[in-house]
């Protein structure tokens, strides 16, 4: 062997570049809420608001999303509101409790205004777009020290330019659009603190302010509830009016409103209708939309979308709001609430485009692409009959998981507002798990609040949640909604119910489950159908029970960690522990971030006598603490200013994680949160695993029950991720059961299954080093074993079942290994680039993966390619690729990560697992395509055509296997790859253009000549035909070049001639 600290140095590199390979891949349900505000750029990118996770950004119309964070520069999570550049659509600006901007679209931002107070709206000027104004409260969120600030250089730079302003809370700014000095401000109710709602207005650049709404009564609707001006005619201002006291709940008495009308600058004022809403005026003919956001319902006549082409006269009803696309629970009032913070800013405008229109409000993410006729839910997408998945605009409050340890394709979320979630399928997608009875929730299935949920180790149909604050419910059915029954029975509390643990050695139908309520300790021996209390006054959040030994239980909370050794009968205050906590306090909202104390406990779920304990008290050193004794000494195992939770893997004692989070349900960025923490030596040495994220936070996480697992992190904002646990042999993939070794020559003793990989070092695969003498290979594979560890000394490499190494001199003399694929003559892997289209080299049809299929992967053949035959191959290094779908925008995968023979291939919104990796592999002329974590394996078409595409062993003798990758890019293959076709070329009189790839999209069109004179242009709008024509009869004859630009696609070129 090679000498020790060589052995340690090459250990210790292996370490940290396994360490750092987590991938992590976000899945929820989608919305959440809190959501402050939202608009679009003059490019169309939109930005929603959120109160925890930073802002939100869409490049494609609210179809999906990324997090402006603190990854691109923004360190607030908390948004007040937003502003755009009126011409330069990649010049943003976000409000916090300072201004951040962007002149890239919002890949990077920078602060251009320090905190000290809170920035509620920002609004840039038309005809001068150098100038732009800010709405500023000095001190807290929650004031009314109003202030105006100016720019005079787009934003780079701001000074305080009021002088006369009352105390008041300012909602919204508007600039007259052809004179910048003119200013108006709206006051009101926003989510922390109210004023009296009026209309302030300044001509001299926002130095001085008139109030131009407190001198009329307006027939006692005396509240401003929104403002606009005409931007043709900026004398022309319009205002609804509504009845509200600062006092009320819901800020507004009643549904009734006012729409007035000034033509002299706000001088005088004239009602027009009986109507309110937010005002919208179009830019181009001056058309009024109103949109009501109050109780938006069939019942409610009022509510929805109304159009007025005569100045206010008379209004058109433009929706029908029981069409408009609710959320999960199907509610249509549910779903399009107001915001809560000022109403003027529920629905957002869009610079790009007046038809669309933005909907935010406590929870909820909609959009309308039709002037507000029809609305549409764009934080989640509807998955077959009941599942959900997030389009990547999430704001969630999460305090605890369980991933099913029977099942690991079960996990359970337990959230606030949003109350208990479910996943089938590993988090491919999210079924709604609350009950319809308000008494656990908002009622109707709409949500609630969840705070502690456990999954039975045996039997996967079996779970507990606690819900509200006071009750415990379980349900025999995998959480299913109408499968939930009570059993609080024996609680002395409804207050603060939480720390539900198992008894994993409990009998299998009548578990014993321990409990907290108001901070006593509670037991069940009946599947929790009955409850006894057995601990008083511990003031305890959470509970453990040892996984070997039933009779040891701990329970904690701000007043220390507490031990029974006898199930629960007797307890003892763990001096040797406490002196690691704050002092007592009672506070035991542990979602509030001035709570101080122990907040989670776990048991080794393979060690006796071990127990880890997380203590947190915001800004102190506290952190992760382990004893190996029963809690009667402790070391501590990390140091963290900020420590949540902390998880064991179930197989494998020293892979831990821990997290860490200055943010839970508020409490924003502070420097030393550190996220998501990472041991593989059993928390010996910490390495941060935060790569992608928007924001260093973590709390909730849980590891499955599997050799090869995944992991998941609950991120206060942005939701849940998941990630492969990188254990020894999970960096190549494939079956466990290419290669057994054995203890002992003829194949006894000992054993263990080995994968496609590289194994450094066997003592991390639970072989003793040097002590292998038999084993046995899989066909079509072989295995190098090595002399030292990390692939050091003398080596030998085996193709086929050896039953005695002895023969080979390496009985007894292994330390390391590498398992692989046993390449064929002129089998390579290589490296691929571009968009090309994958044929089968049998029955020459695509392989496609359509929205209109649910995604699922299959054959199909086409005279037209259209885009979802086309993918994108990229190469990441290593020979490895991602393959995204051209026409989707979705990336190849195996379905839920499987590797076995007829699983499923579909593609996912994102590729950041092995699954969702690609190996390329070339024999002659024909490739075969197999996924990184399971090589054994390869894509497989089924037989005859039209058929599925699935995974099946990899053989390169199977033709259902062989693909031609055919450029897309190449001349002879042109004509019949545009994704519009036009016909006949060259042409007389009318020219067919072959729409049919780009239902439901508008497509805008140019004909010029071959020396780039424009001669015709238009627009194809939404509701366009499969095929429309073009009339060129008028056409001098010649060549001409004709540009389609579709919305949400590149622009296509083609060349016709004109006879």
């Not at 000034?262 to 181009?284: A, E, L, R, V, Y």
């Not at 996220?675 to 973590?698: E, H, L």
């Not at 992190?713 to 646990?725: C, E, I, S, Y």
């Not at 099946?952 to 199977?958: R, S, V």
Request: net charge positive; charged share 20%.
């Amino acid at each position: 062997m090679k000498k020790l600290y060589i052995f340690l140095i090459l250990i210790l590199i292996s370490s940290i570049s396994h360490s750092q390979s987590h991938q992590w891949k976000r899945t929820n349900p989608g919305g959440g809420g809190w959501f402050s505000s939202i608009g679009a750029s003059k490019s169309g990118i939109v930005l929603a608001g959120s109160d925890l996770s930073g802002a939100y950004r869409s490049k494609n119309g609210g179809r999906t999303w990324d997090v402006c964070g603190a990854s691109r520069g923004i360190n607030d999570t908390h948004i007040g509101g937003m502003g755009f550049h009126r011409t330069n659509g990649n010049i943003m600006f976000i409000a916090t409790g300072g201004i951040y901007k962007t002149t890239n679209g919002g890949d990077s931002w920078d602060r251009v205004m320090d905190g000290g107070g809170y920035v509620s709206d920002i609004e840039l000027a038309t005809d001068k777009p150098w100038i732009g104004y800010a709405s500023r409260h000095k001190g807290n969120w929650n004031t009314l020290n109003a202030e105006v600030w100016k720019t005079t250089n787009t934003g780079n730079s701001w000074v305080r330019v009021d002088r006369n302003l009352p105390k008041t809370r300012i909602i919204k700014i508007v600039v007259n659009p052809k004179n910048a000095d003119e200013v108006y401000l709206v006051t009101g109710k926003g989510r922390p603190v109210c004023s009296v709602a009026d209309v302030y207005k300044s001509t001299n650049g926002g130095i001085n302010w008139k109030n131009i709404t407190a001198n009329n009564n307006f027939e006692g609707f005396t509240e401003v509830a929104d403002f606009a001006i005409d931007p043709k005619n900026p004398n022309t201002l319009y205002i609804t009016a509504v009845k509200a006291d600062c006092d009320n709940r819901f800020w507004m008495d009643g549904l009734a409103s006012k729409f007035y009308k000034s033509t002299n600058g706000g001088n005088s004022w004239t009602k027009m209708q009986d109507q309110g809403g937010q005002i919208f005026i179009h830019p181009q003919n001056s058309n009024i939309t109103l949109v009501e956001t109050r109780a938006v319902a069939g019942w409610n006549p009022k509510s929805g979308t109304r159009l007025s082409t005569d100045g206010g006269r008379s209004f058109t009803k433009l929706s029908d709001v029981t069409k408009w696309q609710t959320t999960f629970h199907g509610e249509t009032q549910g779903t399009y609430s107001g915001i809560g913070d000022g109403y003027s800013r529920t629905v957002g405008e869009d610079l790009s485009n007046a038809n669309n229109f933005y909907w935010t409000n406590s929870q909820w993410v909609m959009g309308s692409k039709d002037g507000g006729k029809n609305f549409n839910v764009l934080h989640a997408k509807k998955v077959g009959a009941n599942g959900w998945q997030s389009t990547g605009v999430d704001n969630i409050v999460n305090y605890d998981m369980s991933i099913s340890p029977k099942n690991p394709n079960i996990i359970y979320l337990a959230l606030a507002d949003m109350g208990v979630w479910r996943s089938l399928n590993k988090g491919q997608t999210w079924e709604n798990c609350n009950t319809d009875d308000i008494k656990y929730g908002w009622g109707n299935g709409k949500g609630g609040n969840a705070h502690s949920i456990i999954a039975d180790p045996d039997r996967e149909n079996v779970v507990w949640t606690t819900v509200r604050k006071g009750f415990i419910l379980k349900s025999t059915n995998k959480g299913e909604r109408s499968s939930w029954i009570e059993v609080s029975t024996g609680l002395e509390s409804k207050e603060f119910v939480n720390g539900l643990s198992i008894d994993v050695k409990s009998p299998r139908n009548n578990r014993t489950l321990f409990a907290t309520a108001n901070g006593d300790v509670y037991k069940s021996i009946n599947d929790g159908n009955k409850w006894s209390k057995v601990l008083v006054g511990g003031n305890c959040n959470f509970t453990a029970i040892d996984q070997q030994d039933r009779n040891l239980i701990y329970a904690g909370g701000t007043k220390g960690l507490w031990r029974s050794t006898n199930g629960g009968k007797n307890w003892n205050r763990l001096g040797s522990f406490n002196k690691n906590l704050p002092a007592d306090n009672t506070l035991l909202e542990f979602g509030n971030n001035r709570y101080k104390g122990i907040y989670d406990i776990k048991t080794d779920p393979n060690n006796k006598n071990w127990v880890y304990v997380t203590v947190f008290e915001a800004g102190k050193e506290r952190g992760l603490f382990r004893s190996k004794n029963k809690g009667n000494s402790w070391e501590k195992l990390l140091t963290d200013k900020f420590m949540r939770k902390v998880a064991i893997m179930p197989k494998n004692s020293n892979i831990l994680y821990a997290t860490s989070s200055s943010a839970l349900y508020s409490g924003g960025l502070k420097d030393e949160s550190n996220g998501i923490w990472f041991s593989k030596d059993g928390g010996a040495n910490w390495v941060k695993q935060n790569k992608g994220m928007a924001y260093p936070f973590g709390n909730a996480v849980s590891i499955s029950n599997q050799d090869k697992p995944f992991v998941m992190v609950g991120v206060p904002g942005t939701g849940f991720q998941k990630a492969d646990v990188p254990v020894s042999g999970n960096n190549g993939g494939g079956n466990d059961d290419i290669v057994t070794l054995y203890e002992h020559c003829n194949y006894v003793g000992n054993r263990i299954k080995l994968g496609v990989g590289d194994y450094p070092n066997i003592t991390n695969e639970g072989f003793k080093n040097d002590d292998a003498s038999s084993l046995k290979i899989r066909s079509g594979f072989k295995i190098t074993l090595y002399e030292h560890y990390n692939f050091e000394g003398r080596s030998i490499t085996l193709t086929s079942d050896d039953n005695c190494l002895t023969a080979k001199t390496f009985n007894d003399e292994v330390s390391s290994m590498k398992v692989s694929r046993n390449q064929g003559q002129g089998e390579q892997n290589i490296e691929v680039n571009g968009e090309y289209l994958i044929q089968n080299t049998g029955n020459n049809q695509n392989v496609i993966a359509p929205s209109w299929e649910n995604h699922n992967v299959r054959m199909y053949a086409s005279n037209t390619i259209f885009n979802d035959h086309k993918w994108q191959f990229r190469h990441l290094g290593n020979g490895i690729h991602e393959i995204k779908n051209i026409g989707t925008n979705r990336f190849l995968e195996t379905t839920a990560g499987k590797c076995d023979k007829n699983a499923n291939i579909n593609t996912w919104t994102s590729a950041g697992a092995n699954h969702q990796k690609w190996y390329v592999t070339k024999i002659g002329k024909n490739h075969f395509l197999r996924p990184t974590h399971c090589t054994t394996m390869a894509l497989d078409k089924s037989t005859g055509d039209d058929g599925n595409v699935k995974l099946w062993d990899y053989t390169i003798a199977n033709n259902n296997q062989k693909f031609k990758l055919i450029p897309v890019t190449s001349r002879s293959s042109e004509a019949v790859l545009s994704g519009i076709t036009i016909s006949p070329n060259p042409v007389q009189t009318k020219l067919k253009v072959d729409l049919s790839n780009y239902a439901g999209e508008p497509i805008y069109y140019t004909v010029s000549t071959i020396t780039g004179q424009l001669v015709k242009n238009g627009t194809f709008k939404t509701k366009h035909n499969d095929a429309e024509l073009l009339n060129f009869d008028q056409l001098q004859k010649g060549i001409y070049i004709i540009r389609f630009k579709p919305e949400n696609h590149k622009e296509q070129i083609h060349k016709f001639i004109k006879m």
